[in-house]
C-alpha cells in the first residue's frame, strides 16, 4: 500500500473494565463462522502512512529509523505491549505443529495475560484475521486471508525476545512473530497509542486483500487493502 491507512481517533470512549478473563482460553474455545454485526460509524481520518517510517520500511529503512529503533523476533508465549497503554500482544500457538498466531487484546494490567469481559481481541494468523468478544465462544468477525511470499525485512536480523518484557514506543519500532509474516508497530500519537499489524513478505509490500489490524485501549478497526487504499470492514468500541 503507497500510503495511506485509517486512524481512529477520539470518537472511541474508555469502557468500564467489568470483570476479566484469560485470553488463550477465550481463543481456544471460539467457533469458525464469524458475524458482521454493524455498529454507529466512528470518526476517521485518513492520514499519511510513510513508507520509510512505516511497516513495509524499505531496504535502507535503518538509516532512515535510526539506529534506536527496536526491532523484536518473537517466539511462542513471548509478548510485547505498547508503552503508556494497556494494549498487549502474545505469541500462541496450539501445538508444536501449528504456526504461530498473535493474539492482542487490552489487557487488565499492561502485559497482563487476562482482559476485560467484553473488550475485543484480534488474532492473527498467515492464514487470515479473526475478532473475538472476550467473555464469548464465538468469533464476531472472521476473514481469510494469504500469506506474502518471504519473510519481512528485518526480521533476520532483530533481537530474540527472549522471555524479556517489551515495550514498543516509537512508530520505527518493530516486533516480528517468528515463523510468519505478522509485523507490528505503534500507531497514533501518545497517549493515545495503538498497535497496528498486518502481514508483509520480503517485497515490503501491502498487497491487495490484506487486512491491517489496529487494536487501542478503546477499541478495535480492521481494514482492508483494496485498490492502494484502506478500507474499514470491522469497527468496534470495547464494552459495547
Keep these: 500500500m503507497n500510503g495511506r491507512i485509517l486512524a481512529a481517533v477520539a470518537a472511541f470512549r474508555v469502557a468500564r473494565s467489568g470483570d476479566d478473563t484469560d ?41 532512515v529509523e535510526g539506529p534506536n529503533a527496536q526491532r523484536v523476533l518473537l517466539q511462542t508465549n513471548d509478548r510485547f505491549g505498547i508503552a503508556g497503554t494497556h494494549v498487549t500482544c502474545r505469541v500462541t500457538r496450539k ?7 498473535l493474539l492482542c487484546y487490552r489487557a487488565t494490567t499492561p502485559l497482563g495475560n487476562r482482559a476485560p469481559v467484553k473488550s475485543y481481541a484480534v488474532d492473527l494468523g498467515e492464514a487470515g484475521v479473526k475478532v473475538v468478544r472476550v467473555g464469548t465462544r464465538q468469533a464476531v468477525f472472521e476473514r481469510p486471508e494469504v500469506a506474502p511470499a518471504g519473510r519481512p525485512v528485518g526480521s533476520a536480523t532483530a533481537s530474540a525476545a527472549l522471555g524479556r518484557r517489551i515495550q514498543l514506543k516509537a512508530h520505527t519500532d518493530k516486533a516480528f512473530v517468528a ?28 498487497h491487495d486483500g490484506t487486512f491491517l489490524a489496529l487494536l487501542s485501549d478503546h477499541g478495535v478497526i480492521v481494514a482492508a487493502a483494496r485498490n492502494g487504499n484502506p478500507v474499514t470492514v470491522f469497527q468496534r468500541v470495547h464494552g459495547r
Excluded: Q
Excluded at 458475524?35 to 481520518?45: D, G, H, I, K
Excluded at 509474516?181 to 498486518?198: D, E, H, M, Y
Design 179 to 206: 515463523g510468519t509474516n505478522i509485523v507490528c508497530r505503534p500507531f497514533g500519537t501518545a497517549p493515545k497509542l495503538s498497535v497496528l499489524c498486518v502481514l508483509i513478505g520480503s517485497d515490503n509490500h501491502i
Design 95 to 101: 501445538a508444536a505443529n501449528f504456526a504461530n498466531r
Design 23 to 63: 485470553l488463550t482460553a477465550n481463543l481456544e474455545d471460539s467457533r469458525e463462522g464469524a458475524r458482521f454485526r454493524r455498529m454507529r460509524p466512528l470518526v476517521l481520518v485518513l492520514v499519511i502512512f510513510a513508507v520509510a517510517a512505516g511497516l513495509a520500511a524499505g531496504a535502507g529503512s535503518a538509516r
